[in-house]
């Protein structure tokens, strides 16, 4: 459950306001950790390309996730506002004090984030009409997911969570990179062919964080 006001007010936590969209991993991420951390969010929901969308006013490049600050300060991507939510209250260590744990952690989250782009890149292009779209693009951007949940698999094996056998950040980013190309690339047959990453991701979609983050059917 989230910390209430009062509960806020007392570890001196201010209200913070999340720009999100449902299907975003990377504001997934950002709103996993939040309820692992117990920090009570406010989340807008905002539309990407729409030039009336108070995204502008706050991030220049018009991404998501976007943290707003209760001063007005924007944080932005999603490594940084996960960073910066993970320091404000000491519920559940996601990012390990010693330092070699947390490179680990980083490293996780910055591969599962990478391959999160090159699934966001293959999903842009084949929206382009079938007559634009590049296949050089497309094979271009799946060996980098196929290559990355190859690796993925083969670090997660034998293990219950990715980084000294302890729940943490990087399999949050795991875990929402999973749910992603589950819902939006159906091509790649990711659950038999990577059967190590399916039952890591069968364990993640048991937490409440995950449950109630789920990616909205379109």
């Known amino acids: 459950m989230h910390y209430n006001s009062a509960q806020n007010e007392k570890l001196g936590l201010e209200r913070m ?10 504001a997934r991420k950002v709103r996993i950790v939040a309820l692992e951390k117990h920090i009570d969010l406010s989340l807008q929901e905002v539309v990407l390309g729409d030039s009336a969308s108070p995204l502008f006013q706050y991030n220049p490049l018009g991404k998501v996730p976007t943290l707003v600050l209760d001063d007005e300060t924007a944080l932005y991507d999603s490594r940084v506002i ?5 320091a404000r209250t000491p519920v559940n260590h996601l990012l390990p004090s010693e330092h070699k744990f947390k490179v680990e952690v980083l490293r996780w989250e910055a591969l599962a ?8 890149a293959i999903m842009i ?19 980098k997911v196929v290559n990355g949940l ?8 034998k293990k219950k ?13 795991v875990g929402c990179l999973l749910g992603f190309i589950d819902s939006r690339l159906k091509q790649v047959n990711w659950q038999n062919d990577y059967p190590a990453l399916a039952k890591h991701f069968t364990v993640l979609t048991k937490r409440p964080s995950f449950k109630e983050t789920a990616p909205v059917a379109s």
């Open 150 to 157: 190859a690796t993925l698999n083969k670090d997660i094996s």
């Open 17 to 26: 306001k999340l720009l999100y969209t449902p299907n975003s991993p990377y």
């Open 113 to 120: 984030d990478g391959v999160c782009d090159a699934a966001v």
């Open 82 to 86: 996960v960073e910066y939510l993970s």
């Open 161 to 173: 969570w990715c980084v000294n056998e302890t729940f943490s950040l990087a399999d949050i980013a």
């Open 125 to 143: 292009e084949q929206r382009k009409p079938l007559g634009e779209q590049s296949t050089a693009t497309l094979n271009k951007h799946l060996l």
